[in-house]
């Protein structure tokens, strides 16, 4: 039955329900069926293939395919609980997009090393739920199972499945070609409740994410598809969400789809977890208008490819790592980031399959992320890198091939001018070989000691490299290209030059204006100490504890009592506070209870008249009482003060209150 307007609304309001998710499969189910969309159907493992969005489009990993089968095997198989996700669309009609399903199944088979069942040309279907058990199944039946003879024996379940089939809902292509996100709604319901279900990891919600945003989504829209199916990283979706949007490469984000061919090569899925992906997403690394993209993605990369595992998360990166990065190696760090940009562009251009340059580009990730963090220890390779550009040189050469030798010198370069070695220069080949030399770099060779050296000038025939000596005339070292010019090290050591006197005089102690402002605090700070010491002793209060305040020990009548401010002067930064002569004044340490007064406590009363929002309570004002030639803070009583009171001043929010009442009203339009 055609696809008709009616339905296509029905489908558009059930979708948009606030039902739940399990709900509304189902009652989609039955609005396809009822419609002739749908029916139920006995195949055998024979007739499918995987969906290119199941999964988010990450499809399948291998590994956790054949963890799933063998736990399916060891459990014993129930085909009462492989039909209840036992759902598949209709490959399409159209031979264009036929041809990329069957693609998309070849590129994952290719990938899995001969673990998965080829692409044979006579399937039908494609999978969106029970993909992991009808794959193994698939695979026992080509024959890629050990020990499969075992489960196979006349009328057990595993022999039924593959020589009977077992019941599926098969759904038309019409459907996906109507509603294209349709195929990632069944994927993330189906594949969260089977029986050994395999939940759901970062990058398969980051394939996700990716998949409905391409669709037209919003990122809201996109998390909350993907919540749908109870992802294990529900609880911090829109951080993945976050990521996906900031990290992965803009509208197409070919990064995820790395991250999803990459994570499948080491193993069976492993999760990333909320305190990692919330570091890896969120973290600081302070460099200037730089968000180092390619260095977040490489080390997502590098996690899951972890050999430190424990309970299926990865246990590789931590926080301490990316401090250590950020605060000791933040001119490696900003050279790795330009080293990995310049690798993805390298790799995608390169004469490889994808699979391959996912490879390639995710081993330099991983290398370069090790050496970063100085944990070359885990790395898969059992090798230890010296310095990035060796790990730069180890990618030109995989590039090249067996028989390449290097990388361009500039990093920016393409692959098709590297690969164009006939017509290249002399110069142009000593770059290639030496990735190392850049003009303007400074450089050491063993046979000058501790001197350094800056390359100035590369050509057809030689390296010319300068030393510029304190107070003597610079010099320069000629090195024909023959020459070993791996010998010239790269150095961090800068070159010692004679600063311009103009240029360090007037930082001078008797030049320099800070210098005397210094003085003129501390004599200011003098003068403050004199002048507060020699006043006139005032009486008829006592200190209150716990807390310290202060409290009238006489009637005092109003406008008697004169608490007088002390304490350190510091350079005035425009903050609110008490001020003197333009320093800002900050009290001595607060004592809190007067049990714990020692012999370094300093007791200034003015800062125990303590704040106080009832109006009628308050007792003592905020002036300036002027001594010695200074304006200082002074609290003066603004009314008389019965023995026993507490010395209380007005609180901020409410002198602002009383403000806010005291201002004139606007007068209401007529």
């Known amino acids: 039955m055609a696809l008709t307007p009616a339905v296509i609304a029905e489908a ?19 609005l396809w069926l009822s419609n002739g969309l749908a029916s139920k159907q006995v195949h055998g493992p024979e007739r499918f293939c995987i969906h290119p969005q199941n999964r988010g489009g990450a499809m399948m990993n291998s590994f956790d395919m054949v963890t799933k089968g063998e736990t399916m095997m060891s459990q014993g198989l129930r085909i009462d609980l492989l039909e209840t996700s036992a759902v598949a669309f209709c490959m399409s009609s159209n031979a264009v997009k036929r041809d990329k399903q069957l693609a998309a199944n070849r590129k994952c088979c290719s990938q899995a090393k001969g673990v998965m069942p080829e692409v044979v040309g006579d399937d039908l279907f494609l999978t969106v ?27 057990q379940p595993v022999e039924r499945c593959l020589s009977q089939g077992w019941t599926w809902l098969i ?42 945003l391409k669709l037209g989504k919003t990122v809201a829209e996109a998390t ?8 294990a990283c529900k609880e911090y979706l829109e951080t993945v969400a976050f990521f996906a949007q900031k990290y992965t490469g803009g509208d197409e984000m070919p990064l995820v789809d790395f991250l999803v061919s990459f994570s499948k090569l080491y193993g069976q899925s492993i999760r990333l977890g909320q305190e ?31 050999p430190k595992v424990q309970d299926q998360f990865a246990k590789l990166l931590v926080k301490a790592d990316l401090d250590r990065i950020k605060s000791k190696s933040k001119p490696e760090l900003l050279e790795a980031e330009r080293l990995l940009k310049d690798a993805w562009v390298a790799t995608q251009n390169a004469p490889l399959k994808d699979g391959e340059r996912y490879t390639v580009f995710g081993r330099c990730c991983v290398r370069t992320v090790l050496y970063l963090s100085q944990k070359q220890k885990f790395d898969r390779e059992n090798k230890e890198w010296n310095s990035l550009e060796e790990i730069n040189q180890a990618l030109a050469t995989e590039l090249l091939g067996p028989k390449g030798t290097s990388s361009s010198a500039a990093p920016t370069a393409s692959p098709s001018k590297v690969a164009n070695l006939l017509e290249a220069s002399p110069s142009t080949v000593a770059m290639m070989q030496h990735p190392h030399l850049e003009v303007g770099g400074l450089y050491q060779h063993s046979d000058y000691g501790s001197q350094v050296f800056q390359l100035l000038e590369l050509n057809d025939t030689s390296a010319k490299f300068e030393h510029r000596p304190l107070m003597q005339d610079a010099w320069t070292v000629a090195i024909a290209l023959s020459d070993d010019l791996k010998q010239w090290k790269k150095t961090k050591k800068a070159i010692v030059q004679v600063v311009d006197q103009a240029a360090w005089s007037k930082y001078l102690v008797e030049n320099n204006s800070a210098a005397g402002e210094a003085i003129d605090m501390q004599r200011m700070q003098i003068l403050l100490y004199d002048t507060f ?37 510091k350079r005035d930064d425009g903050k609110p506070g008490h001020k003197v002569s333009g320093y800002a004044l900050s009290p001595p340490k607060a004592v809190g209870d007067m049990d714990n007064v020692t012999a370094t406590s300093v007791l200034v009363p003015f800062w125990y008249v303590k704040p106080s929002m009832d109006a009628e309570a308050v007792n003592m004002q905020l002036t300036n009482a002027k001594h010695g030639g200074l304006a200082i803070p002074c609290y003066t009583n603004s009314r008389s003060i019965r023995k026993g009171e507490l010395l209380l001043h007005a609180a901020e929010a409410l002198l602002a209150k009383e403000a806010s009442k005291a201002a004139p009203k606007k007068r209401k339009a007529s």
């Open 533 to 569: 010491v020699n006043l006139p002793e005032v009486d008829g209060f006592s200190f209150v504890s716990p807390p310290t305040g202060l409290c009238a020990t006489i009637n005092i009548p109003k406008g008697k009592l004169k608490l007088i401010a002390y304490g350190d002067l």
């Open 276 to 306: 990692f992906t919330q570091l890896i997403t969120y973290f600081d690394f302070k460099l200037e208008a730089n968000l180092a993209p390619c260095f977040r993605v490489a080390c997502m990369a590098a996690q899951v490819a972890s």
């Open 224 to 231: 909350a598809a993907t919540m749908q199916g109870e992802p």
């Open 129 to 155: 739920g029970s993909s992991h058990s009808t794959c193994y199944l698939k695979s026992m039946k080509q024959g890629l199972v050990k020990n499969a003879s075992s489960f196979m024996k006349k009328g």
């Open 12 to 30: 558009d309001r059930i979708m948009a329900s606030d039902a739940a998710v399990n709900l509304k499969v189902l009652e989609l189910n039955d």
């Open 171 to 212: 759904l038309a292509d019409t459907l996906e070609d109507q509603f294209p996100s349709l195929p990632l709604l069944y994927s993330s319901v189906l594949n969260s409740n089977n029986s050994v279900c395999v939940a759901s990891t970062e990058i398969e919600c980051l394939a996700t994410i990716s998949n409905c």
